[in-house]
């Protein structure tokens, strides 16, 4: 079984920055992938980054691309996601999740861990 505890979500105003970590704790590997999905109101959970834990590849959806960053902290079992030129339609619950795979996939049902979310309002 594998844990994952979100934090540093908040509100913070258009064009600022927030950096959400992901801690993860369990039967983690390497043979994993680490990935930010959001979720706003009335609207599908949808992919945001990830990150495959052995090979540092990343991908990240378009709408994000070029803002967040995803990375990681492997001392610490620790998936950041940091978030620069914030928007309001990035206002949403953002979920880490984990997968067991070493190929990243975007859509949720391939990942099989999920935290509990952490709120990220975007003011204008």
């Known amino acids: 079984q594998v844990r994952l505890v979100e934090s540093g979500g908040g509100l913070v105003q258009a064009g600022g920055s927030l950096r959400l970590s992901c801690a993860a704790s369990?039967?983690?590997?390497?043979?994993?992938?680490m990935g930010w999905f959001r979720q706003a109101p009335g609207k599908e959970r949808e992919f945001v980054a990830a990150l495959n834990w052995r090979g540092f590849s990343t991908y990240y959806a378009d709408s994000v691309k070029g803002r967040f960053t995803i990375s990681r902290d492997s001392a610490k079992n620790t998936v950041y996601l940091q978030m620069n030129s914030l928007k309001p339609e990035d206002t949403a619950v953002y979920y880490c999740?984990?997968?067991?795979?070493?190929?990243?996939?975007?859509?949720?049902?391939?990942?099989?861990?999920w935290g509990q979310g952490t709120q990220v309002t975007v003011s204008s």
């Open positions: 369990g039967r983690t590997s390497s043979s994993f992938v």
């Open positions: 999740a984990a997968e067991r795979s070493i190929t990243i996939h975007t859509t949720r049902t391939n990942y099989d861990y």
